[in-house]
């Protein structure tokens, strides 16, 4: 099983540029989360689905946006890149009907903005 | 207000002794699920055990447990038999309203374990 798979890895932006961060998960789980991670700190949720086609903002949603057009993929796009957005990217996700399995979490992406 | 607290930075253990990593959380929810997750200084995010409120028992998983005080509010891991691969940060998580509530799984800090061997 791949899980949660993350691309990139590891990217550099300029001040102003745009990217999208790519998820996949082959579980066929139905909720979908983007936490980010700054140095030393805990997660935090930026946004989330609980489904094809629904999505709603976590704590930290500004400058970021996301889409969810089917169960398996969940990308998370970031405009005008500010160097607060420096910062490590998680995608999970989570099979409503079983809390006890827990949240799948992808490997991460390091992301830095100059 | 915080919803998840750990209150211990970081903490050290000697080899094959036992540790309490120590979680307190704040909700009005009677239904909420509490999670641990390890963090290795490769970042991975590894799920430990998980903890309903309506569990009746101590959830466990190998060297894992969770201490659930539900009057406390607090949920704490204890690893027993410490190996040096323990060595990394551990989070502490919540999730509210189980069951067609809130989707969202909250974080604490975390706290960094150190093994000594």
């Known amino acids: 099983n791949a899980g949660v798979t993350q691309t990139p890895k590891f990217r550099i932006l300029k001040i102003g540029q745009s990217m999208t961060l790519q998820c996949t998960q082959d579980m066929n789980h139905n909720y979908m989360y983007w936490y980010r991670q700054d140095p030393g700190m805990g997660l935090k949720l930026i946004y989330y689905?609980?489904?094809?086609?629904?999505?709603d903002k976590g704590e930290v949603p500004n400058g970021y946006n996301v889409s969810r057009s089917t169960t398996e993929d969940f990308p998370l796009r970031l405009e005008l890149a500010a160097p607060s957005q420096t910062s490590v990217y998680f995608c999970?996700?989570?099979?409503?009907?079983?809390?006890?399995?827990?949240?799948?979490f992808g490997s991460g992406t390091r992301l830095t903005v100059v | 207000a915080q919803k998840i607290t750990q209150t211990q930075p970081g903490m050290f253990v000697q080899e094959k002794e036992a540790v309490t990593l120590d979680c307190t959380y704040d909700t009005s929810d009677p239904s909420y699920g509490l999670f641990w997750y390890k963090q290795p200084s490769s970042g991975e995010m590894i799920f430990l055990i998980y903890?309903?409120?309506?569990?009746?028992q101590n959830a466990t998983e190998g060297r894992y447990s969770l201490n659930f005080q539900k009057a406390r509010k607090s949920a704490n891991l204890v690893i027993s038999a410490s190996q040096l691969g323990d060595s990394a940060m551990y989070f502490c998580?919540?999730?509210?309203?189980?069951?067609?509530?809130?989707?969202?799984?909250?974080f604490g800090k975390g706290t960094k374990l150190t093994v000594n061997p």
């Open positions: 689905s609980v489904g094809a086609g629904i999505t």
């Open positions: 903890q309903g409120s309506y569990d009746q």
């Open positions: 998580a919540m999730r509210e309203g189980l069951w067609g509530g809130s989707e969202k799984l909250v």
């Open positions: 999970a996700s989570s099979y409503s009907a079983r809390q006890e399995d827990g949240y799948t």
